[in-house]
């Protein structure tokens, strides 16, 4: 669905002085990183002219090569479809860091599988918990399910920012368990899970379901970095998805 118009932008008006000359891609990244509290993954080439694209940890945006405006929004190009130029890039950064993160994923494997999805997880949503209820169903149909922990609340406790917030910690627990599936199992029917600390990747799920797009949870995706579900769908609607 587009953002009200083709193209969704909301202009930026620099006030950090103007430039004459055009920016080279380490001066735009340079004044970018000064305006904004993203890190930049990439400079590159935007598809229109006039702007870089300017990949972030947080997303895709476009600054003027003058060093004048900072766009947000996506860039539809003009034919049929009006394919999302600013999604696909997402989506191709995102790929590489769910194969990068793939083995530090909770992962319950189909048998026989034909598809694979990654849900983002917090430990105290009940429709995540639904929804893992339902793992074996899509297991049975060739779904492998892979279990990014993504806390809700963000990784640090928004009272005191010294400390994780709890939900960090509940997921930590599980993922530094003994048998991690077994605590996942458990966690998921509102069991105890004894505290557990160890080294995770859980602070680059987190990332990588911002940069991606995720605001709640479960969020589904394939391992294409394409969205299968936003929330909750029964088993059967997330293989009917993946299958179009």
Known sequence: MLRKSILAFSMLTLTAGVSA???????????????????????????????????????????????????????HEARNGLPNLTKQRIQKESRKKLTALKDSFLTFEAPNEK?????????????????HSEVSQLNAQGVTVHYAGWPRGGINDPYNKDRYSQAYLDLQSIWCADSPKSAF????????????????????????????????????????????????????????NLEK
């Open 185 to 240: 199992d458990r966690s998921a029917e509102n069991a105890h899970i004894e505290p557990a600390s160890c080294d995770t990747k859980i602070k680059e799920h987190y990332a990588l379901g911002e940069q991606m797009g995720v605001r709640g949870t479960p969020a589904v995706y394939s391992m294409q970095g394409e969205e299968v579900a936003a929330g909750y769908a029964p088993a059967q609607r997330i293989i009917s």
């Open 21 to 75: 000359a055009e920016l080279n891609k380490s001066e735009a990244s340079k004044k970018f990183q000064t305006l904004t509290p993203f890190t930049v993954a990439a400079v590159e080439a935007a598809p229109i002219g006039g702007f870089y694209q300017i990949v972030t940890d947080k997303g895709v945006f476009y600054l003027s090569k003058d060093g004048e405006h900072i766009v947000s929004g996506s860039i």
């Open 115 to 131: 598809h694979e999805i990654v849900v983002f997880y917090d430990a105290s949503c009940p429709w995540c918990q639904k929804l």
